[in-house]
Nanobody
Framework: QVQLVESGGGLVQAGGSLRLSCAASGRTFSTYSMGWFRQAPGKEREFVAA????????NYADSVKGRFTISRDNAKNTVYLQMNSLKPEDTAVYYCAARRGGLADSPTYDYWGQGTQVTVSS
């Protein structure tokens, strides 16, 4: 069982930056691929970024490529999402997720956090 707790969300102006963190419980964090997803009001949950268990493999949605960076620190059981050049359309609840096996851009993850709100004002 893995428990995930996100933090770092908030209100930021367009063009600003935020760094989200996701702290995981358990001693097997380093064996999981991790992902970030987001869901805006009235929309489906969508993939943002994913990272493999070692941190050597990453994948991004086209909409965030070049602006967001996913990373992980297995010693701290934490995955991060650095978000730069934020746009109003990035406004959503952001969720981190963990899955056994390789990274994926579909919500086929085993464990999910409760989410953290990111609001970007224009």
């Amino acid at each position: 069982q893995v428990q995930l707790v996100e933090s770092g969300g908030g209100l930021v102006q367009a063009g600003g930056s935020l760094r989200l963190s996701c702290a995981a419980s358990g001693r097997t964090f380093s064996t999981y691929s991790m992902g970030w997803f987001r869901q805006a009001p009235g929309k489906e949950r969508e993939f943002v970024a994913a990272i493999g268990w070692s941190g050597g493999t990453t994948n991004y949605a086209d909409s965030v490529k070049g602006r967001f960076t996913i990373s992980r620190d297995n010693a701290k059981n934490t995955v991060y999402l650095q978000m730069n050049s934020l746009k109003p359309e990035d406004t959503a609840v952001y969720y981190c997720a963990a899955r056994r096996g390789g990274l994926a851009d579909s919500p086929t993850y085993d464990y999910w956090g409760q989410g953290t709100q990111v609001t970007v004002s224009s």
